[in-house]
């Protein structure tokens, strides 16, 4: 079955209440087949997700702790997303693994976390410029994928996301064959552990600059099934060509 592709825009540590002009933009404006999840911080998700609901874009959160309550100062758990609206969150960013020494061990809890509260997972994988530089790309892709996704990843639970950290944010990008190349490993690796079909399912997202310029060759690779934009999502007059790419 074709894989409908996704355009996921992750605001990170932007967006205040203003922002909703953008959403509302973003919502109107989304009219293709793509799949549209929007990622607002914290405090805009109950908003977002009351101002998306009965439309077709999907709402969903950057982070979640693994237990579902508790002593844990200042993090939210996949059931509080759930019940603020979102469907979706994203875990293993390379911003939460760098700022907070997240390793693949938490990654992997915070995934089972989303399934337990029913959200769709979006795990994140990709290397720095140094492990690209010393030809591990694949490798760490690979530990990565491997350390991080849970047994039992299915296409209706799991989004994963390439993002070299070289290209988050930079306006580099790797070659359409740099991209493909991971992209048809990362599909390999997947069938490899949990089977062909169930692995053809799953949909593998490219992110690291993807602008309106760029978008649809990214899209046109092998195995690549969208974005996981960042700064390109927080405009609409940037996202909703990109949401066009996709669709
Ligand atoms: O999650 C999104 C990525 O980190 C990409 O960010 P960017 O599109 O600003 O490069």
Redesign the pocket.
Known sequence: MPRVKIAAG?W?MNGLGASTAELDAMIAGATGSAEVVICPPATLLASFAARAAETGVKIGAQDCHPAASGAHTGDISAEMIGDAGGSHV?VG???RRADHAEDDATVRAKAEAAWRAGLVAII?VGETESQRDAGDTLGIVGRQLRGSVPAGATAANTVI?Y?PVW????GRTPTLAEIAEVHDFMRADLANRFGTEAADGIRLLY????KPGNAAEIFAVSNVDGG??????LKASDFLPIIAAAS
């Open positions: 992750n990170k994203i960013h390379s911003e994140c996301a993002e290209a988050i944010g930079t992110g690291g600059s993807v996981l934009v960042g700064g390109a999502s």
